[in-house]
């Protein structure tokens, strides 16, 4: 597996706080599936130090969510207080799709192409 886009202490950076001991393997887990998934759409970006910061920033991104809320609740209730979160966002390390489309576009796969095909009259 190929190294991480960012690190746990990128991960401590981005929350303002030390992990927890116990925090530690769930961060470490959720920057490897962040990354593959961020490879996935993007380019393999095999160099985190080479990999453009929108790959970076998405991985922290999506950890962060992870962390915030591992357990991926949508909704909760205490009382008068109340909190729901859209369904639309994602849960666990899954990207969002405006996510997907800045890493397509890093990568230069985004958009629409017109290929010319000689046998209908195009141009080589």
Same mark, same amino acid.
């Given at each position: 597996? /190929?190294?991480?886009?960012?690190?746990?202490?990128?991960?401590?950076?981005?929350?303002?706080?030390?992990?927890?001991?116990?925090?530690?393997?769930?961060?470490?887990?959720?920057?490897?599936?962040?990354?593959?998934?961020?490879?996935?759409?993007?380019?393999?970006?095999?160099?985190?130090?080479?990999?453009?910061?929108? /790959?970076?920033?998405?991985?922290?991104?999506?950890?962060?969510?992870?962390?915030?809320?591992?357990?991926?609740?949508?909704?909760? /209730?205490?009382?008068?207080?109340?909190?729901?979160?859209?369904?639309?966002?994602?849960?666990?390390?899954?990207?969002?799709?405006?996510?997907?489309?800045?890493?397509?576009? /890093?990568?230069?796969?985004?958009?629409?192409?017109?290929?010319?095909?000689?046998?209908?009259?195009?141009?080589?």
């Amino acid at each position: 597996m /190929a190294t991480p886009l960012a690190t746990t202490a990128d991960v401590e950076a981005r929350l303002g706080r030390a992990l927890d001991p116990d925090e530690v393997p769930v961060a470490e887990a959720a920057l490897k599936a962040a990354s593959a998934k961020v490879r996935f759409y993007g380019l393999p970006w095999p160099n985190p130090e080479t990999a453009p910061d929108i /790959a970076t920033t998405t991985v922290l991104d999506v950890v962060e969510r992870k962390m915030r809320n591992p357990e991926g609740f949508r909704s909760e /209730a205490e009382g008068g207080y109340q909190y729901a979160r859209p369904a639309s966002d994602p849960t666990g390390t899954d990207l969002k799709p405006s996510e997907i489309k800045m890493l397509q576009a /890093a990568a230069g796969v985004s958009g629409l192409y017109s290929v010319p095909i000689a046998s209908l009259g195009g141009e080589l």
